[in-house]
């Protein structure tokens, strides 16, 4: 499965953000797919995933209730909707996906495909 993610760019604070990421290959519904992002000196950090088939979204505490995770099947893409920004959602932003169990739906390692970042600015 290759990954290619875009969407990112600079926003303000409060303004909002889509993400899309396209996958190729067929396996795409029975991978789970996440995001992570990684800030400026910091770890890399799970932000949201979806299940298999779109089964379940999962979120990190810090964006669950601004975010939205999403995926269309017939297009072999994911979407991440990102709703009233703040600064320090300034990060890269790279979608994974893998035959992640539920367990480790926030360890990155558990994803066996990434693809390049696309970088997200929020401005104060």
């Known amino acids: 499965v290759q990954l290619q993610a875009s969407g990112g760019g600079l926003v303000q604070a409060g303004g909002s953000l889509r993400l899309s990421c396209a996958a190729s290959?067929?396996?795409?519904?029975?991978?789970?797919m996440g995001w992570f992002r990684q800030a400026p000196g910091k770890e890399r950090e799970f932000v949201a995933a979806?299940?298999?088939?779109?089964?379940?979204?999962y979120y990190a505490d810090s964006v669950k209730g601004r975010f939205t995770i999403s995926r269309d099947n017939a297009k072999n893409t994911v979407y991440l909707q990102m709703n009233s920004l703040k600064p320090k959602d300034t990060a890269v932003y790279a979608c994974?996906?893998?035959?992640?169990?539920?367990?480790?739906?926030?360890?990155?390692?558990?994803?066996?495909?990434w693809g390049q970042g696309t970088l997200v600015t929020v401005s104060s």
């Open positions: 994974a996906a893998g035959p992640v169990i539920y367990s480790a739906i926030a360890v990155a390692t558990a994803y066996h495909h």
């Open positions: 290959g067929r396996s795409f519904r029975n991978y789970f």
């Open positions: 979806s299940g298999r088939n779109g089964a379940g979204t």
